[in-house]
């Protein structure tokens, strides 16, 4: 049985990255905003990159591009809240991902104990700080323990495929098919 001429097979070659980014679009993932306070500025990025990684210690991580420019925000010891998109938020992840001077302009949001911002309406949010950061190729890991959760029963915005996609959207499709 043959491949579709869409889809990109490696079987015992090389994995370049194309390759890489195309298997790795099977896999659906939460999308989140992280954030932090730089001095007096709010800082925010979206990544999709995210897992929980001990419950005893709580502890989650937050892959990082080594070229995002904000990364240098974030250091070992620092604060930050790790908000986990709702569905219906994909505008604030797109905003997050983009260039724009101040990405926190007529986003509403309180700041947990430490300053960092949380974003009203996120399906969850979980603040902490950054208690390491490794190396990973053309990434960091932020490795951050959590101090202080927050979970409301809202669905989360999910990212497949290289789209954002509404939960029920997505499920309803399925069923559909």
């Known amino acids: 049985m043959n491949a579709p ?4 097979w490696t079987i015992g070659g090389p994995v370049d990255a194309v390759a890489m980014r195309h298997t790795m679009a099977a896999f659906p993932s939460g999308v989140t905003i992280l954030t932090t306070r730089l001095g007096e500025r709010s800082v925010g990025m979206t990544i999709s990159s995210f897992a929980s990684v001990s419950i005893c210690p709580p502890l989650l991580l937050q892959c990082v591009a080594r070229g995002a420019g904000s990364l240098p ?3 070992i010891g620092g604060s930050v809240a790790v908000n986990i998109l709702a569905r219906d938020q994909a505008h604030l992840a797109h905003r997050f991902a983009s260039k724009v001077e101040n990405r926190f302009e007529g986003v ?3 700041t947990d104990d430490n300053g ?3 974003l009203a309406g996120a399906a969850a949010s979980v603040s902490g700080f950054i208690d390491r950061i490794y190396d990973a190729g053309d990434h960091v890991i932020l490795l951050i323990r959590a101090c202080v959760v927050r979970r409301d029963e809202t669905l989360p915005l999910l990212y497949y495929a290289g789209r954002m996609h509404d939960w029920m959207d997505t499920v309803g499709s399925m069923v559909a098919s």
């Open 116 to 118: 960092c911002p949380v």
């Open 108 to 110: 509403e949001f309180d």
């Open 73 to 75: 925000a974030f250091r």
């Open 5 to 8: 001429e869409d889809q990109m």
